[in-house]
T-cell receptor, first 115, second 116 residues
């Protein structure tokens, strides 16, 4: 079946503008995650949605970052008043949930460049 | 919170040799340890994972070992091939059973180059 998809694949914006990044998880996956990967770095956890539970926002770097997940499926990550340090690849992942951790499947990412 | 350290940052081996990448973690509550391979410009893909109730897992040329007491785990690739060249990331998660969710804390990655 279809994997995790993200849009846009690339986004160039000017400092101070707001951006929205979209993630479509694998159908049936109840958990959805956002990570950020800066150039040459590892992946940094941002936020995690699981079913109808309150999201784990512990990784969001500032209050300029927010995310929502509508209808338990599609998620949007919003960055307000973008800064140059926000430039990175934003990766979304999804997984099943259960009593044990499950494999997370990643999307292709959105490369964000803030000029 | 969890902290995962990964070494080495770069690793160059001759085709056919073995490669070993090591990671340590800090949170004793972590019980799920996946390894991801990321080729240039592509998404990370899971290659193997291990849970804390086992010490070793093998899948063809790839194996992972876990030492819970020492809080370290390692990836072993035998008979390396040029297509193994990529960046490899280790990660740790508390898993859902402990209520910590399934969020992954990643190491900083190892650039593996397999030379002909």
């Amino acid at each position: 079946g279809a994997g995790v998809s993200q849009s846009p694949s690339n986004k160039v914006t000017e400092k101070g503008k707001d951006v929205e990044l979209r993630c479509d998880p694998i159908s049936g996956h109840t958990a959805l995650y956002w990570y950020r990967q800066s150039l040459g770095q590892g992946l940094e956890f941002l936020i995690y949605f699981q079913g109808n539970s309150a999201p784990d926002k512990s990784g969001l770097p500032s209050d300029r970052f927010s995310a929502e997940r509508t209808g338990g499926s599609v998620s949007t990550l919003t960055i307000q008043r973008t800064q140059q340090e926000d430039s990175a690849v934003y990766l979304c992942a999804s997984s099943f949930t259960g009593t044990r951790a499950n494999e997370q499947f990643f999307g292709p990412g959105t490369r964000l460049t803030v000029l | 919170g969890e902290n995962v350290e990964q070494h080495p940052s770069t690793l160059s081996v001759q085709e056919g040799d073995s490669a070993v990448i090591k990671c340590t973690y800090s949170d004793s509550a972590s019980n799920y340890f996946p390894w991801y391979k990321q080729e240039l410009g592509k998404r990370p893909q899971l290659i193997i994972d291990i849970r804390s109730n086992v010490g070793e897992k093998k899948d063809q040329r790839i194996a992972v070992t876990l030492n819970k007491t020492a809080k370290h785990f390692s990836l072993h690739i035998t008979e390396t091939q040029p297509e193994d060249s990529a960046v490899y990331f280790c990660a740790a998660s508390p898993g859902e059973l402990t209520g910590g969710g399934n969020k992954l804390t990643f190491g900083t990655g190892t650039q593996l180059k397999v030379e002909l």
